[in-house]
């Protein structure tokens, strides 16, 4: 069974952050499976390794859309986005060394990134896009 299902609760209200948000998933899921199955580090550390890169996409362009529209809170939010990743490299050296304990400190690291940094930061953009786009709209026309 897959640790997360997209749904429409979890949008953030801006198509290419959440396309990207449903890869994101889509992987962690697979990364859970493959950690459930019991495969072999190899397989593991291949999906992790996508999943790094991928995440590492997300965040530069997530980074990017934050910069261009002003999004007040752009360091902090980015040194997040830092420290996490600093996070899940050092979780993927170590499943190198120990897969069991890391691999199963990974899944938990993820699904409490998921609920907090997704779910709370992220929609804070979403919603930040939001009102700046509907105060675009309703501004007059000079």
Wanted: proline residues 2%; neutral net charge.
């Amino acid at each position: 069974m897959p640790m997360f299902a997209w749904h429409d609760s979890l949008s953030v209200g801006v198509d290419e952050i959440d396309t990207q948000h449903k890869n994101l998933l889509a992987m962690i899921n697979r990364l859970q499976e493959s950690i459930s199955r019991g495969t072999g580090r190899s397989e593991i550390g291949g999906v992790l390794t996508e999943l790094v890169r991928h995440m590492s996409e997300h965040f530069a362009a997530e980074e990017k859309l934050m910069l261009s529209a002003g999004f007040p809170y752009y360091s902090d939010h980015r040194a997040r986005h830092y420290v996490f990743h600093k996070t899940i490299v050092n979780l993927l050296k170590g499943l190198r060394r120990d897969q069991n304990m890391s691999a199963f400190q990974l899944l938990a690291l993820l699904r409490d990134w998921w609920q907090t940094h997704i779910l709370e930061e992220d929609k804070k953009l979403g919603d930040y896009l939001s009102a700046r786009s509907q105060s675009r709209l309703s501004s007059p026309v000079k």
